[in-house]
């Protein structure tokens, strides 16, 4: 089947634009999962989503970076006012429960210049 | 608070020699535990998980990872490497309570480099 899909693959902006990503997880899975993957940071946790609950947002690095979740199924995760250290890999995943295997989409490169 | 430590950032072998990649853990609660593998502008692939079953756990191509709680580490390992398990590797855990489900923590990654 399907796996997670994200786009744009990549991004190129201008500092100071806002940006949206995209995540269409796997059919059917209830978590949905946003990080970030920098060459200074490495592969940090932003938020997830489960089912209807509140989102948990406790990795996000500044109030620029929301996301939403529509309908269960396709999140958006929007960087306002972006800066250059915001250029990193956005990697998003999905499974079945929040205490399943997690899946991981191709990720979207994003560039600020 | 939960953590995790890949001890070698990079690991070079040669094929058909096994392959030893260390990590440790730290975690207050039972933690869950996994290796994901990258390869180049690719997606994270999960090669393996423990989840308090058998300490011993095989994964996929031909991979395995023991669990030892009194050393608080889950090392990965194959018996033959093979050119295309060159990529980077990544430890990870999971604490074992509510509010840290679904927070994977990452190990900064150990990349593999396989020689003919």
């Known amino acids: 089947g399907a796996g997670v899909s994200q786009s744009p693959s990549n991004k190129v902006t201008e500092k100071g634009k806002d940006v949206e990503l995209r995540c269409d997880p796997i059919?059917?899975?209830?978590?949905l999962y946003w990080y970030r993957q920098s060459l200074g940071q490495g592969l940090e946790f932003l938020i997830y989503?489960?089912?209807?609950?509140?989102?948990?947002k406790s990795g996000l690095p500044s109030d620029r970076f929301s996301a939403e979740r529509t309908g269960g199924s396709v999140s958006t995760l929007t960087i306002q006012r972006t800066q250059q250290e915001d250029s990193a890999v956005y990697l998003c995943?999905?499974?079945?429960?929040?205490?399943?295997?997690?899946?991981f989409g191709p990720g979207t490169r994003l560039t600020v210049l | 608070a939960q953590s995790v430590t890949q001890l070698d950032s990079h690991v070079s072998v040669s094929e058909g020699t096994p392959v030893l990649l260390r990590c440790n853990y730290s975690s207050s609660y039972s933690p869950s535990l996994f290796w994901y593998v990258q390869h180049p502008n690719k997606g994270l692939q999960l090669l393996l998980k423990y989840t308090s079953a058998a300490t011993l756990v095989k994964g996929i191509n031909g991979f395995e990872a023991e669990f030892k709680k009194s050393e608080t580490s889950f090392h990965l390992t194959k018996p033959s490497a093979h050119m295309s398990d060159a990529a980077e590797y990544f430890c990870?855990?999971?604490?074992?309570?509510?509010?840290?489900?679904?927070?994977?923590?990452f190990g900064a990654g150990t990349q593999v480099v396989v020689t003919p």
């Open positions: 059919s059917g899975h209830t978590a």
């Open positions: 989503f489960q089912g209807n609950s509140a989102p948990d």
């Open positions: 990870v855990v999971s604490e074992g309570r509510c509010d840290s489900w679904g927070k994977l923590q």
């Open positions: 995943a999905s499974s079945l429960q929040v205490t399943d295997t997690q899946y």
